[in-house]
């Protein structure tokens, strides 16, 4: 029965809230409330971060599409994202926008805007997106030195976890993870470990410290109810600057599953080295322009679930697609032109496209 009242009570909670951000006359707004005077030190100190960095906060809705034995399923997505840059740029997590067709992002002055995704690379958890129509009256973030932290110092996290936005939690820094774990073996991933509360909707919402700098990006949290249980971990800000560096690695849009010779033979009666099996295409990506297809029957194949029915990639410029890592292979190709091939498989039929990827990879932090 207490359980009962309680779920009751947080559904009122919640409906609340999103009905108090929708009206004007119901409240003072958060831009609104004076920070009271009675504060102590250190609370007036996190009043006046929370202030100070919000502006830079986003909410990010997303839409994708997937289909069931039932037919089409159009599937929403909520997460948190931060401005990086007066171009409009917005840090958050890879898995918030992976393989969204649609992707609104809510500004503090309650506007949603469309954005794009500039790039993402999933193994890290970071995407980059930039809004489509730039707005100069944005508040942007400053970047922090995640190699100048320490355990114990302290943490804040703002996100809209549940949707309830802008919500305010802090912590300290727990650990460091991931030391020897290298992306493309020249990037080190590392992750913040942290005790401030992070949920489902946090995910690539900023971390701050207590300078107001951006030393994180949530990412994920360790969890057996579900919910929050003090272990979440973000991508450092480092890691992050480092692949907003890149200058040649191409991204090109597109979730894909290794299938093996064997995985192939048995699945769709092919005899081939192996192939990418696409799962999702993100919307305005290279591969998306290109006319790249992703998958659309959900299956259950080889103990995991997969999505069927999307081109199968045979081979992207001189790297043939017989290993999980043959999209971060090409640079060799990228030094010929600017333009990447790809052979793919669909309906049976082999296929080549090409690939534009003049502006996707560049330095964003010398802009």
């Not at 990086?84 to 992707?103: E, F, P, Q």
């Not at 991933?189 to 207590?210: C, K, M, R, V, Y």
């Not at 990418?276 to 959900?298: E, H, M, R, T, Y």
């Not at 090409?354 to 802009?367: K, P, Y």
């Amino acid at each position: 029965m207490k359980k009962y009242f309680f779920t009751l009570f947080l559904i009122i909670l919640i409906s609340f809230s999103a009905n108090a951000q929708n009206g004007k006359d119901m409240h003072l707004s958060k831009k609104e409330r004076a920070i009271p005077k009675y504060l102590k030190n250190k609370e007036l100190k996190r009043a006046e971060l929370y202030k100070n960095v919000l502006p830079s906060v986003v909410t990010i809705y997303t839409t994708s599409n997937s289909y069931t034995a039932e037919g089409s399923k159009t599937n929403q997505g909520l997460g948190s994202g931060v401005l990086i840059s007066h171009d409009c740029y917005i840090l958050t997590a890879a898995h918030v926008v992976d393989g969204s067709s649609k992707i609104l992002v809510k500004t503090q002055d309650g506007k949603e805007r469309k954005a794009s995704v500039l790039f993402s690379e999933k193994t890290s958890d970071i995407a980059l997106l930039q809004l489509d129509v730039l707005d100069s009256n944005l508040t942007h973030a400053v970047l922090g030195d995640s190699d100048a932290l320490a355990v114990g110092q302290d943490v804040f996290a703002i996100g809209s976890p549940y949707g309830l936005e802008n919500s305010f939690s802090s912590g300290i820094i727990s650990s460091f993870r991931g030391f020897n774990q290298l992306y493309d073996g020249t990037v080190s991933l590392e992750f913040l470990q942290t005790d401030a509360a992070i949920n489902s909707g946090n995910s690539g919402g900023p971390l701050f410290n207590s300078q107001g700098k951006v030393v994180g990006i949530a990412s994920s949290i360790l969890t057996v109810s579900g919910g929050f249980q003090g272990i979440g971990m973000a991508v450092t800000i480092n890691t992050a600057k480092d692949l907003l560096a890149f200058k040649d690695r191409p991204w090109i849009g597109i979730d894909g599953i290794l299938l093996s010779k064997e995985e192939l033979s048995k699945v769709f009666n092919l005899s081939l080295k192996g192939g990418l099996l696409v799962q999702n295409v993100s919307a305005n990506s290279p591969a998306d322009k290109a006319g790249l297809k992703g998958g659309f029957i959900v299956a259950n194949l080889f103990q995991k679930e997969i999505l069927l029915g999307g081109d199968i990639i045979l081979k992207i410029g001189d790297q043939e697609t017989c290993h999980v890592d043959c999209i971060d292979k090409v640079k060799s190709s990228l030094k010929k032109n600017k333009d990447l091939e790809i052979k793919y498989l669909r309906d049976g039929k082999v296929f080549t496209t090409t690939l534009d990827v003049t502006n996707i990879r560049r330095n964003f932090l010398s802009e």
